[in-house]
């Protein structure tokens, strides 16, 4: 359902209705904390400079990869809980930032909806409203505006390489499901459909598998073999490719069919650690094109463009996620050049 909110300015009265015609009334700049409830919401905030507002994370914290927001929790200036009543009870003007599977009912809750956006643009594009808990929608505005340059402009480079080459790469987006024991084959339309599209690649997307689990369909090995042999590439979206490839004998035998394989073009998404991925690549939609472009060979806006996120899975190591060396000071995202 449509939620709305009505942010008012610190030291100004709402109208008297305010309470039953918005779903949460919240005095701006914020004055009494924030409170997080996913990985994803870390970076936003921290790009505004606001990492020390936040004052809880009402969730399990393993995920977190943020080298200053995991400092703040170890310090206890940022609160674990799971209480959200609890922490609004020493906190009545601080502001939970929800996601679309929260409480709707829960007071002082702003639900934010970035996964529920089809291009990562309109994702990023959040940035904006974490921006108006502070008054900050200036600053917003003037990021959110470069970097969508930025993307406009990596995305003409390569698909003008690829205009001149006069051929395009091919990539197949899949890993190793172990709940399901078999193989989960990207379908698109979904982000890296994207970057692939952007990058001027052909996607092979596929909703097909013999095998049948909760309402989806996944391969065999031998279907995935013979769906992907000729994709250039292959991104497998998870952090276990020494278990299903290196230390298993038998996938990597027939894994090798493939021609992502033989040539040794195969990523994973920890460039910078095991957890950074799932956590701030929604709000660098620029560095993780580039990364998509330099992977498949399309990118000509940097010829010294070392990729952040996607690793050879053959060649490099898994990443770390830096060190912090300043929690009040912003988040200095990742480069992107065109």
């Not at 073999?225 to 298993?248: G, I």
Request: hydrophobic fraction near 35%; aromatic fraction near 12%.
């Amino acid at each position: 359902a449509q939620k709305t909110y009505l942010f008012y300015q610190c030291g100004t009265k709402p109208p008297s209705d305010a309470d039953a015609m918005y779903d949460a009334v919240i005095p701006v700049p914020l004055q009494d904390g924030l409170a997080l409830t996913q990985t994803t919401q870390i970076p936003h905030v921290e790009i505004l400079g606001k990492r020390t507002d936040v004052k809880a994370y009402l969730d399990n914290p393993a995920y977190i990869s943020s080298p200053c927001f995991n400092e703040l929790i170890d310090r206890g200036a940022i609160q674990i809980s799971s209480d959200m009543d609890g922490w609004l009870a020493t906190h009545p003007d601080g502001l939970i930032v929800g996601h679309p599977w929260s409480n709707p009912s829960q007071k002082n809750l702003v639900v934010i909806s970035e996964s529920q956006e089809t291009t990562n643009m309109a994702i990023f594009e959040w940035q904006k409203v974490y921006a108006s808990f502070f008054n900050m929608e200036k600053m917003a505005n003037h990021v959110f505006e470069s970097t969508s340059d930025k993307y406009d402009c990596i995305s003409s480079r390569a698909l003008e390489q690829v205009e001149v080459s006069g051929s395009r790469p091919s990539l197949v987006w899949a890993y190793w499901s172990a709940s399901a024991e078999a193989w989960d084959v990207a379908e698109c339309e979904n982000y890296y459909c994207e970057y692939a599209r952007q990058c001027g690649t052909d996607f092979l997307s596929s909703s097909g598998g013999s095998v049948e689990t909760g309402g989806q369909n996944y391969m065999t090995i031998d279907e995935f073999v013979a769906f992907a042999r000729d994709a250039d590439y292959w991104v497998y979206a998870s952090n276990d490719w020494s278990n299903v490839y290196t230390d298993n004998y038998r996938n990597r035998a027939q894994l090798k069919a493939m021609k992502s394989v033989r040539t040794r073009q195969v990523y994973d998404t920890q460039g910078s650690g095991s957890n950074s991925w799932f956590e701030q690549r929604m709000a660098e939609p620029d560095v993780v094109l580039s990364d998509f472009c330099s992977m498949v060979g399309t990118g000509t806006f940097d010829e010294d463009y070392q990729r952040v996120w996607l690793r050879n899975v053959f060649t490099q190591p898994i990443g770390i996620a830096g060190i912090c060396t300043d929690v009040d000071a912003p988040l200095v995202t990742n480069s992107a050049t065109c």
